[in-house]
């Protein structure tokens, strides 16, 4: 049996409307969700969402993603634009 350790980084775009993220919005999602005090924040854990393809960011206006609700109606949108992979 053969073993390989792959080292994968991936480059996600990232584009969303700030002015959606107000501060009852942010007190209401550090309560229920993760300790996030900036859009910052909110980014980096979309694109980890979307590089696990755990949320499909892109074409899908409709899904529902938890924490968010529709993410059409949060001006969200992600891609992933690169992909590395190398055998360590």
């Excluded at 999602?29 to 300790?35: C, E, L, S």
């Excluded at 980890?48 to 393809?53: I, P, V």
């Excluded at 206006?61 to 055998?87: K, L, N, Q, S």
Aim: hydrophobic share 40%; proline share 3%.
């Amino acid at each position: 049996m053969k073993t390989f350790e792959i080292e994968v980084r991936q480059t996600v775009k990232v584009t969303l409307d700030e002015s959606k993220f107000t501060e009852p919005f942010m007190e209401e999602f550090r309560a229920h969700f993760f300790p996030f005090y900036d859009v910052e924040d909110h980014a980096k854990h979309i694109a980890q969402l979307t590089a696990r393809e755990v949320a499909d960011f892109g074409h899908n206006r409709h899904e529902f993603v938890e924490g968010y609700g529709p993410i059409g109606d949060f001006g969200i949108r992600a891609e992933v634009t690169d992909t590395e992979m190398e055998v360590l």
